[in-house]
């Protein structure tokens, strides 16, 4: 019994330390852009986070908090808005950062083969991206998190990967472009809102979306085949403006920082259940379907080749050509972290 009263006496005196912290902190108002509002990024993470920091700061920080959908915008203008200081704080989709290769490969297509993977390509490669960051987008990235893992959806009956040939697919970014141009297919480069409207004009037969965002954006109701094999993650960052950054105090750095490393933490863990559930719901098979009525996707089980033939496309087409765009020394780097963690080297 006293140790148990002795384990309540020091989470009070943490919960005191904290609100007292909290207490001491300056008011301030902060404007937000946020991602999809119909993905679990937003819904699950990114709102109630903004929603709650009143009560966090003790009511000395408040937020309005928008989603890029509600407002209209398309994901790759979030930085520019960002840097144009219209927005206090936004997540921002890496790949949607247009002609950025170092930005770029924290998530080169196919290299992080599970989210575990993922988050240590981020911890490492992160500090590299600090000062280009600042000078180019007056931004400085505060906490990263992903999708669930990333496949490829098509309104066409699909058995492997050479079945992709000649088809159009939409991607997000240049090196999801390297990967399924060296698939033999032709990509396709669509905002997230696009794809589906796509999909049934028959601009694109076929997509590249996480799990779970696959079935929150309706794309089962338009596709009918999934290949059950994972093309890399879509990873996401929080960054401040470096005019707000620097108007803070001290303690508000410290207590913004904080609660940004607990959100990151959430969003890692929700992004890893919902792999599975994404793909329970739009197929309808391994279970019961977390968000509502389930789809009937056709779940492909690519052959052993195509696996295969996934880490020679990705080293003779998608690591090479990122490693032309981003140069020698961008490379070395690379290679030095990421190329470690993932097993893979990238060669000019």
Same mark, same amino acid.
């Given at each position: ?13 943490? /919960? ?10 300056? =008011?301030?108002?902060? =404007? ?14 990114? @709102?109630?986070?903004?929603? /709650? ?5 003790? +009511? ?48 080169? /297509? ?10 240590? &390509?981020?911890?490492?490669? /992160? ?56 698939? +033999? ?26 799990t779970m965002p696959a079935y929150k954006a309706g794309w089962h109701e338009v596709a009918t085949h999934v290949i059950e094999m994972p093309v890399g993650f879509t990873i996401i960052y929080t960054a401040v403006s470096m005019t707000t950054w620097r108007s803070l105090d001290g303690r508000s750095r410290e207590f913004l920082s904080a609660q940004m490393k607990a959100f990151e933490d959430k969003a ?55 490693? @032309? ?15 470690? &963690? ?7």
């Amino acid at each position: 019994m006293r140790g148990m009263m002795t384990v309540l006496g020091a989470i009070v005196l943490m /919960a005191g330390l904290a609100i007292a912290q909290a207490q001491d902190l300056p =008011k301030l108002q902060f =404007k937000v852009l946020g991602s999809f509002a119909n993905l679990s990024n937003w819904q699950k993470i990114e @709102k109630p986070f903004w929603d /709650a920091l009143s009560k966090e700061s003790g +009511g000395a920080f408040t937020a309005t908090a928008q989603s890029t959908t509600e407002l209209g915008l398309k994901g790759t203008e979030v930085m520019g808005l960002l840097k144009q200081d219209k927005y206090d704080f936004v997540h921002a989709v890496a790949n949607y950062v247009a002609n950025d290769p170092w930005l770029e490969a924290v998530d080169i /297509a196919g290299v992080a083969r599970d989210l575990d993977m993922a988050r240590k &390509i981020t911890t490492v490669w /992160a500090p590299r991206l600090d000062a280009l960051m600042d000078k180019n987008y007056n931004a400085k990235i505060l906490n990263w998190y992903a999708f669930p893992m990333q496949m490829i959806y098509c309104k066409v009956p699909v058995r492997s990967l050479a079945d992709l040939k000649g088809k159009k697919v939409r991607v997000q970014g240049i090196s999801q472009g390297d990967l399924v141009e060296g698939f +033999g297919a032709t990509a396709v480069t669509l905002p997230f809102d696009d794809v589906v409207p796509a999909l049934k004009s028959n601009a694109v037969d076929c997509a590249i979306t996480g799990t779970m965002p696959a079935y929150k954006a309706g794309w089962h109701e338009v596709a009918t085949h999934v290949i059950e094999m994972p093309v890399g993650f879509t990873i996401i960052y929080t960054a401040v403006s470096m005019t707000t950054w620097r108007s803070l105090d001290g303690r508000s750095r410290e207590f913004l920082s904080a609660q940004m490393k607990a959100f990151e933490d959430k969003a890692w863990q929700i992004a890893s259940d919902e792999v599975a559930m994404g793909l329970t719901c739009t197929t309808g098979l391994g279970g019961t379907c977390s968000e509502g009525k389930p789809g009937k996707l056709v779940k492909v089980q690519p052959p052993s080749g195509d696996f295969k033939q996934r880490e020679l496309v990705m080293i003779d087409t998608v690591l090479k050509r990122w490693a @032309k765009r981003c140069g020698a020394d961008c490379v070395r780097t690379w290679n030095d972290t990421v190329g470690k &963690i993932s097993g893979m080297t990238a060669i000019p």
